[in-house]
Nanobody, 126 residues
Framework: QVQVAESGGGSVQAGGSRRLSCTVS????????MGWFRQAAGKEREAVAS??????YYADAVKGRFIVSRDATAETVYLQMNNLKPEDTGMYYC?????????????????????WGQGTQVDVSP
C-alpha cells in the first residue's frame, strides 16, 4: 500500500521561509512524478509545484519563491518556501503519480496524482 507522509508545516511570519518534506513508501520504485498542492480555507485546491526525474513545474503564484527538489533516493521530496506571504497560508498536500511522468500541460491537474498525503498546515502571519 502506497503511503505519502508530509511534515514541516507550522507558523511563520510573512517574508520568512519554511521547508516541507514528503516521503513516499510502499512502492517497488520511487514515482517519477511527485508534487505539492495546497488548499486555503474556503478556497479551491490548487497546484503548487511538481518534480519529475529531470523537470520541475511551478504555479505562477509561487515561481521565484518556492523550490521543489528531491533527494538521491527520489523517495523524499522537499518544498522550500521563501518570502512567504499571507496568501500562502493553507493545508499543503504532497502528491505522487505512481505510474507515468510529469508533464507541463497536466502537472497542475489533481486527477493525475493517485497518492495523496494527509496534509501539513502552513500559516503565514502578516
Amino acid at each position: 500500500q502506497v503511503q505519502v507522509a508530509e511534515s514541516g508545516g507550522g507558523s511563520v511570519q510573512a517574508g520568512g521561509s519554511r521547508r516541507l518534506s514528503c516521503t513516499v513508501s510502499g512502492l517497488r520504485y520511487p514515482p517519477d512524478c511527485m508534487g505539492w498542492f495546497r488548499q486555503a480555507a474556503g478556497k479551491e485546491r490548487e497546484a503548487v509545484a511538481s518534480i519529475g526525474a529531470f523537470t520541475t513545474y511551478y504555479a505562477d503564484a509561487v515561481k521565484g519563491r518556492f523550490i521543489v527538489s528531491r533527494d538521491a533516493t527520489a523517495e523524499t521530496v522537499y518544498l522550500q518556501m521563501n518570502n512567504l506571504k499571507p496568501e500562502d497560508t493553507g493545508m499543503y498536500y504532497c502528491v505522487a503519480r505512481t505510474s507515468g511522468y510529469c508533464y507541463s500541460n497536466d502537472f497542475d491537474v489533481a486527477g493525475i496524482y493517485n497518492a495523496w498525503g494527509q496534509g501539513t498546515q502552513v500559516d503565514v502571519s502578516p
